[in-house]
């Protein structure tokens, strides 16, 4: 187990006091485990002193946005992976965490997830979960359709015809914008091999050609009652669809989504004998790389204008990966990614093995996953230029041709402004 050399019993009488301001979003029970794990930190390193500033999601980023234009960010940072378009563009904006690993075991970490949060070769936080989409299935709705789960995007179609003949407002899957989104990318990398984005050239990879295909498949699984049109959600008002009565009564039959919102989910069921569990999730013939869209759930970063570095890192090691702070923040950030602190909570029985957020991490992580996906994919123009596509499309506005051709020149406009 990693342990910190810097500050040695013996090096702490000769530290100066040190106070570090630590800000991070989250619930009632996020806070009181972070604060928690603060005590302990402090009790560990008496020298240093952990002002809290914490909050709700809503204005959270407001608030750094101005703190970061003025210069005043907190020195540790809970920060999110598709902000770094936004603050670290160069990979500039925070904090290079490469600077401090004497102090910051970055061992415990995948390569691949460390990677996700490098910019320019700078290291811009500590992915402290990780998350990809995984098929998550109510398993009764299922039966009853008498139909297996799908180990081919053939069989997906398939089953949504099937879905489709037995009940016309049945579907196997049902998935909003952002879902959809993230899916076609994954049948689109698993094609061709390629990222959708190229940050290098401030542009798309995608020709023209296979924007259409790309379009054409999300008309191709909505025609074929795999899940439904953005018009059959609107119906149901604008409620998140979990919430919608559908999935509730368990008309709908499963998710692609997130293993840290599949408990959401699971639990907004209102039959006790509907359960999700992980399905398959199946790749082209000769596929090289699943496509997932593979993020961290959320980071921590040092400011780049942090006079404590040093102690910065030696935080943020304590909260990852020492003994009492991996105890006393549990699972209110998710699963861990570090080693040390997943075989931790494993053996203190806090991690369930069985559990569907555990089972979908071991399942999307086991999968060929080199291919990554920019942040840029999920920059909020972008997605919206989407969403917009995609309603008309389903409205009959718009042909996939047209649409493809008018979605493709928008979205490398989004790109060349943004990444400029």
């Known amino acids: 187990m990693f342990t910190t050399t810097l500050f040695s019993t013996s090096g702490m009488a000769l530290a100066k006091d040190v106070e570090l301001r630590f800000s991070w979003w989250g619930g009632n029970a996020r806070h009181q485990a972070t604060l928690e794990a603060i005590k302990a930190f402090e009790q560990k390193y008496p020298h240093i002193k952990v002002k809290a500033e914490y909050a709700g999601w809503e204005g959270y980023l407001s608030r750094l946005t101005t703190q970061i234009a003025g210069g005043k960010e907190p020195d540790v940072i809970q920060t999110n992976w598709n902000w770094l378009p936004i603050f670290s563009k160069y990979g500039t904006g925070f904090y290079d965490l490469h600077q401090v690993a004497k102090t910051l075991d970055l061992t415990q970490y995948d390569p691949q997830s460390l990677e996700s949060v490098t910019v320019n070769g700078k290291l811009n936080g500590i992915p402290v979960a990780a998350t990809a989409r995984s098929f998550y299935y109510n398993k009764e709705k299922w039966q009853e359709m008498g ?73 191709d699984l909505v025609d074929s009652h795999v899940f439904p049109s953005k018009r059959v959600l609107t119906s149901y008002g604008n409620a998140n669809t979990w919430e919608m009565s559908p999935w509730i009564n368990g008309t709908w039959g499963g998710v692609y989504m997130w293993n840290t919102n599949a408990l959401m989910y699971q639990n907004n069921l209102a039959a006790p004998k509907n359960k999700l569990e992980l399905g398959p999730f199946f790749m082209l013939p000769g596929a090289k790389d699943a496509g997932l869209f593979f ?76 291919i990554p996906t920019s942040a840029y994919f999920d920059y909020p123009q972008f997605v919206a230029l989407y969403h917009e596509t995609i309603q008309k499309i389903d409205q009959g506005d718009l042909s996939v041709k047209d649409a493809a051709s008018s979605f493709a020149k928008s979205a490398d406009r989004i790109m060349k402004k943004t990444m400029k």
Do not use: C
């Not at 179609?157 to 994954?186: H, I, R």
């Not at 909260?319 to 699972?331: D, I, R, T, Y």
């Not at 053996?347 to 399942?363: F, H, M, P, R, Y």
């Open 147 to 219: 139909v297996a789960y799908p180990q081919s995007w053939d069989e997906l179609k398939a089953a949504g015809l099937a879905f489709k003949a037995k009940d016309e407002n049945s579907y196997p899957l049902v998935l909003d914008y952002m879902e959809s989104l993230t899916l076609l990318q994954s049948y689109m990398v698993q094609k061709y091999n390629i990222p959708a984005i190229d940050e290098k050239n401030a542009k798309f990879n995608y020709t023209p050609q296979q924007w259409e295909e790309f379009f054409q498949l999300y008309k």
């Open 295 to 370: 993020k961290p759930t959320m980071m921590f970063s040092i400011s780049r204008n942090t006079k404590h570095p040093e102690e910065s890192a030696l935080l943020i090691n304590f909260l990852m990966n020492e003994p009492e702070g991996v105890k006393a923040l549990g699972l209110e950030r998710g699963v861990p990614l570090s080693q040390t602190a997943y075989q931790q909570l494993l053996q203190n029985g806090v991690i369930k093995e069985d559990s569907i957020v555990v089972t979908g991490l071991k399942s999307f992580m086991a999968l060929p996953h080199n």
